[in-house]
T-cell receptor, first 114, second 114 residues
Framework: SQELEQSPQSLIVQEGKNLTINCTSSKTLYGLYWYKQKYGEGLIFLMMLQKGGEEKSHEKITAKLDEKKQQSSLHITASQPSHAGIYLCGAGGLISYNTDKLIFGTGTRLQVFP | DAGITQSPRYKITETGRQVTLMCHQTWSHSYMFWYRQDLGHGLRLIYYSAAADITDKGEVPDGYVVSRSKTENFPLTLESATRSQTSVYFC?????????????FGPGTRLTVT
């Protein structure tokens, strides 16, 4: 069964609106990555969260890690068409801190219309 | 050029044929990974390698073979391609094991098995 669940699976927003994507793990999270994928292209690293309560921002994208809830959220403020793509969360250390397997969620497809 | 590259970018092959997807990274990262990406399944780990001559199975290894004679290369071979192996394949590399290391992805290879 999938160990990382993302919600929503798909999101369509109007330009300028805020949005949040969630990533929930069925097991303890020791670290979480967020990637963005443009349609038909590779994955671009956005940010990495390592500690519970950690929050990072890059331009208009903010990610938080809630260790207790075993969840991370990605928030985009004032969305733009350039934000469109597939957002993937990935977690390493689902079993222990030192693990070489990075597991991914199924992704959230974001569309931003003018 | 530094980075991680994959070849070919697009491949069409027939059922039963052997096909090899190439992955090359210039950072001398110890860890390399192969993923496949399919609708509804997200990214799934096929095989990974912790160092030259050390490989291990991921979530979906059946029908695939890997080798790693040199640190910088990690080819993935489909010994007898099946239609279910039609997918987009991503190679990735990472310097270290722990959750603090960023994982870099190649641009992907789109494989179609007819």
């Amino acid at each position: 069964s999938q160990e990382l669940e993302q919600s929503p699976q798909s999101l369509i927003v109007q330009e300028g609106k805020n949005l949040t994507i969630n990533c929930t793990s069925s097991k303890t999270l020791y670290g979480l990555y967020w990637y963005k994928q443009k349609y038909g292209e590779g994955l671009i690293f956005l940010m990495m969260l390592q500690k519970g309560g950690e929050e990072k921002s890059h331009e208009k994208i903010t990610a938080k890690l809630d260790e207790k809830k075993q969840q991370s959220s990605l928030h985009i403020t004032a969305s733009q068409p350039s934000h469109a793509g597939i957002y993937l969360c990935g977690a390493g250390g689902l079993i222990s801190y030192n693990t070489d397997k990075l597991i991914f969620g199924t992704g959230t497809r974001l569309q931003v219309f003018p | 050029d530094a980075g991680i590259t994959q070849s070919p970018r697009y491949k069409i092959t027939e059922t039963g044929r052997q096909v090899t997807l190439m992955c090359h990274q210039t950072w001398s990262h110890s860890y390399m990974f192969w993923y496949r990406q399919d609708l509804g399944h997200g990214l799934r780990l096929i095989y990974y390698s912790a160092a030259a001559d050390i490989t291990d199975k991921g979530e979906v290894p059946d029908g695939y073979v890997v080798s790693r004679s040199k640190t910088e290369n990690f080819p993935l071979t489909l010994e007898s391609a099946t239609r279910s192996q039609t997918s987009v394949y991503f190679c990735a590399s990472r310097e270290g094991l722990a959750g603090g290391y960023e994982q870099y992805f190649g641009p992907g290879t789109r494989l179609t098995v007819t």
